[in-house]
């Protein structure tokens, strides 16, 4: 696609229940990232993929949060058992990975804002 | 790990005038990079600048690595410049996704 895509754009949930954010990368990028950003601050790591590699999970805050890769392509971040802290611009990135230079540059989607009630 | 500061934290430009924003690191970066972040919370890449200088219209970077540090240069501002402009950098040694954010520099840009 023309850039990375993420869905929703916005969800709204209660305190406890279990979400789910989506990451469709730009095609052909072998890199994805999730990052969060809270409010007024600046951008917090979480995880990454890098293609058929074991992800970097050194960023997730908690063992509720998860994210898988499927395909190599499309990434979904799972946070269970929301708290009112989790409330945040969650950020999906891709890059062409796979070295340096270039390849490394990080190309952002527009973000899901998570808000738990 | 490696630590990122940026400043100003804020800054007030009339347009046209022109700015400079700094960029500190604490250890060597193999990977450092510029993002404006826009009024609506896009994040777009500015450049991609571990060494060097580079120049894309209006704004042009350098990084100093032996000095750990980095500028973004903004010449004849534009309201539209106004945002959020982050730098953020990866470390030898480091996890390759883990880039290290700084807390950014709001700028402000007045008609």
């Known amino acids: 696609g023309a850039g990375v895509s993420q869905s929703p754009s916005n969800k709204v949930t209660e305190k406890g229940k279990d979400v789910e954010l989506r990451c469709d990368p730009i095609?052909?990028?072998?890199?994805l990232y999730w990052y969060r950003q809270s409010l007024g601050q600046g951008l917090e790591f979480l995880i990454y993929?890098?293609?058929?590699?074991?992800?970097?999970k050194s960023g997730l805050p908690s063992d509720r949060f998860s994210a898988e890769r499927t395909g190599g392509s499309v990434s979904t971040l799972t946070i269970q058992r929301t708290q009112q802290e989790d409330s945040a611009v969650y950020l999906c990135?891709?890059?062409?990975?796979?070295?340096?230079?270039?390849?490394?540059?990080?190309?952002f989607g527009p973000g899901t804002r998570l808000t738990v009630l | 790990g490696i630590q990122v500061e940026q400043s100003p934290p804020d800054l007030i430009l009339q347009e046209g005038a022109n700015s400079t924003l700094r960029c500190n690191f604490s250890?060597?970066?193999?990977?450092l990079q510029w993002f404006h972040q826009n009024p609506w919370g896009q994040l777009i890449n500015l450049f991609y600048?571990?060494?060097g200088t580079k120049q894309n219209g209006r704004l042009s970077a350098t990084t100093v690595a032996t000095e750990r540090y980095s500028l973004l240069y903004i010449s004849s501002s534009q309201t539209t410049d106004s945002g959020v402009y982050f730098c953020?950098?990866?470390?030898?040694?480091?996890?390759?996704?883990?880039?290290?954010f700084g807390k950014g520099t709001k700028l402000s840009v007045k008609p």
């Open positions: 250890d060597s970066v193999n990977n």
């Open positions: 953020a950098a990866l470390n030898y040694g480091g996890s390759q996704g883990n880039l290290i």
């Open positions: 600048i571990p060494s």
């Open positions: 095609s052909g990028h072998t890199a």
């Open positions: 993929f890098q293609g058929n590699s074991a992800p970097d």
């Open positions: 990135a891709s890059s062409l990975g796979g070295g340096g230079g270039r390849a490394d540059t990080q190309y």
